[in-house]
């Protein structure tokens, strides 16, 4: 079926699709579809759009991805299908790797991804001979490489696993997130949370990144000042109480 672009939920429901077709292509997993489901559900309640907390969040996140050591960018099957060119860009602005990284693995759909990451211009993708395990993790999501996340210092994990979340915080990492879920473990544990669709989100975060670079000295250092000390406690508090209030005061949206 078409979906014709004056429909309300175009959008959606093209972003559906994508993903249907990403499961098909073997990118994603089946329970992918589930879990984007789940998304849908809190962005509905954000009214589909990047709020201020989110573009806060975004802001602290561009200037520590662009002042760490070793960034690196964790990508699922979700991620991979959803938006491939846009992880490839932020990791090739920041010279850093995208470590493909699975929960529902198998060594088909981790080729899969890594192939639709390079052939999106993504030029370091770990991954897919892991080297090392995480520890606390008895499933595959403990899967590490020496090169990519082991290394790491900033690791950007969209969509994560609250263990996996801890787990990579318990090793000292300072550890980003995209979730649109405000409740999930991973939003409480992470450094920074994202509240956003990873769809809108990661176009702001790399224009974010590209700002800061054109700054120079000067502006970093007024970056350092602002975002020093993210309180992300207070961020998702504030965001809990704009999502209840945004539904209470449109409760006929489509
Ligand atoms: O590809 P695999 O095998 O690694 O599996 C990936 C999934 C996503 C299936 C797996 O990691 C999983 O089960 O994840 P969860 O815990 O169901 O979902 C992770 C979080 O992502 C949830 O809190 C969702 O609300 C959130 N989420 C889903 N879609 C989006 C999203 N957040 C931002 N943007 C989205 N489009």
Redesign the pocket.
Known sequence: MTVPRSHPRYLSLM?RDKLVEGFLKGL??P??L???G???A??YLLGEETCPEAREAIAAAAYRLLTAQSPVVSV???VAT?CPEEISQLCNLLSCPAEV?????SEE?VRLIAAELRKSGCERVTGEHPDSMIPGLDHS?ALASGDGMMGADVALV?????DRCEALKAMGKFVIT????PL?R??RKADISII????R?LPELREGIALLKGLGEEGLKEAEEAFEDYDNERVLAQLLDRMTRKYLSNPTQD
């Open positions: 972003t994603a997993a329970q992918g589930i879990a984007h789940r998304g849908e809190f962005d699922n099957g979700n959803l990284n699975l929960f529902h693995r759909r999501r969209p969509l994560e696993d609250g995209i979730d649109l879920n999930s991973t939003a956003d669709n990873i769809t989100a």
